[in-house]
T-cell receptor, first 115, second 112 residues
Framework: DAGVIQSPRHEVTEMGQEVTLRCKPISGHNSLFWYRQTMMRGLELLIYFNNNVPIDDSGMPEDRFSAKMPNASFSTLKIQPSEPRDSAVYFCASSFLGQGVDTQYFGPGTRLTVL | AQSVTQLGSHVSVSEGALVLLRCNYS??????LFWYVQYPNQGLQLLLK??????LVKGINGFEAEFKKSETSFHLTTPSAHMSDAAEYFC??????????FGAGTILRVKS
């Protein structure tokens, strides 16, 4: 299995530009999570989906952030407009929600720099 | 709500020494507990997890952790540190719906 795939791995953009991060979860998984990691705030859950439906987006910092999961094999996290304080590493993770709690598998992350 | 406290943001040990990384949690329900490791410029990788049953859990790379309900702890240990163990380690507790709450992380440095 290829694991969770994220693209791009690195993104450098200028303030005000739109940024789209992409994630392909592990095949067969039905839960998907977007995290943000910074030195100051550590690892924060932004939003998660079960069966392609957003369940909890309370971690999304503001309206500039949006996430979609149009099907079981693809999700996007969009920032519009981007700001320098959005610079961070963004991780996508997937798991199978069945009985109990299953392991979340993380992608390699997208390092975003907003100038 | 669940929470995780990792004592010590940085731990430094000599190669071959015992490693102990501390994790305490709070949970209103029987917890599922996890330790993840993050190597530089990589994503998080599961080391081990506790769900039910045996309280001593063995993971990859020689690590193990013991769930102690009375102490609300889930400390991570390995008997002999290797240079390759240098990384950041995260303890996490599960919430409803497969959500995880992560601790702040502990950076492990291994000295030769």
């Amino acid at each position: 299995d290829a694991g969770v795939i994220q693209s791009p791995r690195h993104e450098v953009t200028e303030m005000g530009q739109e940024v789209t991060l992409r994630c392909k979860p592990i095949s067969g998984h039905n839960s998907l999570f977007w995290y943000r990691q910074t030195m100051m705030r550590g690892l924060e859950l932004l939003i998660y989906f079960n069966n392609n439906v957003p369940i909890d987006d309370s971690g999304m910092p503001e309206d500039r952030f949006s996430a979609k999961m149009p099907n079981a094999s693809f999700s996007t996290l969009k920032i519009q407009p981007s700001e320098p304080r959005d610079s961070a590493v963004y991780f996508c993770a997937s798991s199978f929600l069945g009985q109990g709690v299953d392991t979340q598998y993380f992608g390699p992350g997208t390092r975003l720099t907003v100038l | 709500a669940q929470s995780v406290t990792q004592l010590g943001s940085h731990v430094s040990v000599s190669e071959g020494a015992l490693v102990l990384l501390r994790c305490n949690y709070s949970s209103s329900v029987p917890p599922y507990l996890f330790w993840y490791v993050q190597y530089p410029n990589q994503g998080l990788q599961l080391l081990l997890k506790y769900t039910t049953g045996a309280t001593l859990v063995k993971g990859i790379n020689g690590f193990e952790a013991e769930f102690k309900k009375s102490e609300t702890s889930f400390h991570l240990t390995t008997p002999s540190a290797h240079m390759s163990d240098a990384a950041e380690y995260f303890c996490a507790v599960s919430e409803v719906g497969n959500k995880l709450v992560f601790g702040a992380g502990t950076i492990l440095r291994v000295k030769s």
